[in-house]
């Protein structure tokens, strides 16, 4: 039905205005599920889901791929994580696409010297909180949400610092609304984001991009498997998969429920709205390659 993606500075009352939106979307459709995706509940803790970039990407990984395993038709979910990095904001939205649903973007716009004063607090008070480090590190990295993006858009505002949150906050009020009201078919008042055919069900015709892309990922993921398996062989983080074609570098040994999770990521991503803005792969070998910058970038070293 809908997902939303809440988006902040460290520390700037994301979870507090998550946790106000769940309340009131349950009180308003009691019959519809309401789930809340954030760390804690994948059981990732603040410092080290932050500490370095491979963490952090793992992070993000871990976390998208929850999302598109649980968003569906029936159902509301709410991503409660800084989703600091607009390009992820894009995955998100391309996941929300896919399914056919409804999209918004929530941001707690907290000055930063606020968020720090209230990170520290929590530290005083023993809660689980960012080391100063972090929180530098992540407050310095993160980028705003515009709502001229597609990704970014609606945009629903909160000020934490300025306005107390509860359920009955007008700001909540019009996002229940919006995420909850039935489409008006004529004035189309709200929107439903429409899968493309490069996002639906793959419908393979030889000769047709999706499935060359399909065809193609599964060779790369059965050569990783082949190589972590040490046939061939081969080196186990450095897969070449031919003269033309960029090398695979891995960071770690990956598994095939990883790899089939991001192979299916990279399908839906790619398609007419692909990762670097470039048109769908029409042959084997640039499916490949956009699949491996993926896999590199994802899970490389
Ligand atoms: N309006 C406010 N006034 C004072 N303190 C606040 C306010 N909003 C949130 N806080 C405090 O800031 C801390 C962080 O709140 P919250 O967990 O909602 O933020 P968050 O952005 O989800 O944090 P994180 O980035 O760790 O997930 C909490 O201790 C909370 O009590």
Known sequence: MALVVMCGQPCSGKSEAAACLAAALRSSVPDVTVRVIDESSLHLGRNESYKDMVVEKNLRGVLRSEVDRSVSRDGIIIVDSLNNIKGYRYELWCLARASGIRYCVFFCDTEVDHCRDWNVKRQEKGEPSYDNNIFEDLARRFERPDSRSRWDSPLFELFPSREEIVE??????????????????????????????????????????????????????????????????????????????????????????????????????????????????????????????????????
């Open 168 to 301: 009955s906050s007008p700001v909540i009020a019009e996002a229940v609304s919006y995420l909850t009201k039935k489409v008006d078919s004529k004035t189309r008042d709200v929107k439903v984001l429409q899968p493309t055919i490069a996002t639906q069900s793959v419908r393979t015709t030889e000769g047709n991009s999706l499935y060359e892309m399909d065809k193609a990922t599964q060779e790369v993921v059965s050569a990783i498997v082949e190589a972590q398996s040490g046939g061939l062989g081969l080196a186990m983080n450095k897969i070449s998969l031919g003269p033309d074609l960029p090398t695979i570098n891995l960071q770690r040994s990956v598994g095939l429920p990883e790899l089939r999770s991001l192979r299916r990521t990279f399908i839906k991503l790619a398609g007419q709205y692909s990762l670097s803005g470039r048109p769908p792969p029409t042959d084997a070998d640039s499916a490949k390659r956009m699949f491996v910058d993926y896999l590199n970038r994802e899970i490389g070293g």
